[in-house]
């Protein structure tokens, strides 16, 4: 029933971990997004991607890449985790005609130690 | 660059209105978004304006002026759940759906 859900809520992990977290949605929308939301909750667009493209925000470091086996899947996949990494991780998604309109999933919380 | 600026913090009383305002400074802006942000949970959508003027949504309403830079988000008839973060955002030509986000504004609404 979820619309947008994420795997797993809570991540505590130690430095230098490589770990991924998951995101579906069921809304059939087009595109989806990844947010990073820090400790002073500031939301900051990490990628957008659809079928034909993938947006990069320029400041995320090549140790995060987005996989998207599916339409409905957009996963975040993390190399050699810092300590700084640590945030709320939100996936998003939008339909085709309301770019603008996202729908949030519940956030995915990574601690890294 | 792109900036947007908001109150960091607001407080308010149980049915009164408050209005928290939004300036920004980007190039290329498209449209204007207000999301609620309740403490750990996820955003959600409250309004959208491209055009001047005010959207009226309930006890939300958004107001835009381009030539200004700015927007506001009005709330009237404020109740206890309306205590959260309300975050301010904007979308640029040529990527609608990339939205850039202020710091947003912890409102607490008190008896």
């Known amino acids: 029933d979820t619309a947008v859900s994420q795997t797993p809520k809570y991540l505590v992990t130690q430095m230098g971990n490589d770990k991924s977290i998951k995101c579906e949605q069921n809304?059939?929308?087009?595109?989806m997004y990844w947010y990073k939301q820090d400790s002073k909750k500031f939301l900051k667009i990490m990628f957008s991607y659809n079928n034909k493209e993938l947006i990069i925000n320029e400041t995320v470091p090549n140790r995060f890449s987005p996989k998207s086996p599916d339409k409905a899947h957009l996963n975040l996949h993390i190399n050699s985790l810092e300590l700084g990494d640590s945030a709320v991780y939100f996936c998003?998604?939008?339909?085709?005609?309301?770019?603008?309109?996202?729908?949030f999933g519940p956030g995915t919380r990574l601690l890294v130690l | 660059g792109q900036n947007i600026d908001q109150p960091t913090e607001m407080t308010a009383t149980e049915g009164a209105i408050v209005q928290i305002n939004c300036t920004y400074q980007?190039?290329?802006?498209?449209?204007l978004f207000w999301y609620q942000q309740h403490a750990g949970e996820a955003p959600t959508f409250l309004s959208y304006n491209v055009l001047d003027g005010l959207e009226e949504k309930g006890r939300f309403s958004s107001f835009l002026s381009r030539s200004k830079g700015y927007s506001y988000l009005l709330l009237k008839e404020l109740q206890m759940k309306d205590s959260a973060s309300y975050l301010c955002a904007v979308s640029l030509w040529g990527s609608q759906g990339n939205l850039i986000f202020g710091k947003g504004t912890k409102l607490s609404v008190k008896p």
């Open positions: 998003a998604s939008s339909p085709r005609d309301r770019e603008e309109t996202q729908y």
């Open positions: 809304l059939g929308h087009d595109t």
């Open positions: 980007t190039s290329g802006f498209n449209g």
